[in-house]
Nanobody, 125 residues
């Protein structure tokens, strides 16, 4: 049974920063890529970023240059650093294991039934 527990997030002003954490259990994190997704009200869930088990990150165009993923396998935790936040970044963010090929990740969930509980990010002045 995979479990992902999220923390962080909250309210930030435009241009501000936040950090999200995702701690995994029931899974050997060092063998998997982990990704972040977000869903704003009335919109479909979209992939934001992922990081492979070889620490290779990939970012959606909408967040490239502003968001950074990192991972600490010893703590079974991945992080999403959100910088230069914009109001359109406001959403509920989710983490899960994602697909990987040849050391590179893709922001596509590996399983549909194993997601973090969701973390609200609100960017507003």
């Amino acid at each position: 049974q995979w479990e992902f527990v999220q923390s962080g997030g909250g309210l930030a002003q435009p241009g501000g920063s936040l950090r999200l954490s995702c701690t995994a259990s029931g899974i050997s994190l060092d063998s998997y890529s982990i990704g972040w997704f977000r869903q704003a009200p009335g919109k479909v869930r979209e992939g934001v970023a992922c990081i492979s088990n070889m620490h290779n990150p990939y970012y959606a165009d909408s967040v490239k240059g502003r968001f950074t993923m990192s991972r600490d396998n010893a703590k079974s935790t991945v992080y999403l650093h959100l910088d230069s936040l914009k109001p359109e970044d406001s959403a509920v963010y989710f983490c899960t294991a994602v697909r990987q090929l040849d050391g590179l990740c893709a922001i596509r969930e590996l399983r549909s039934d194993s997601w973090g509980q969701g973390t609200q990010v609100t960017v507003s002045s």
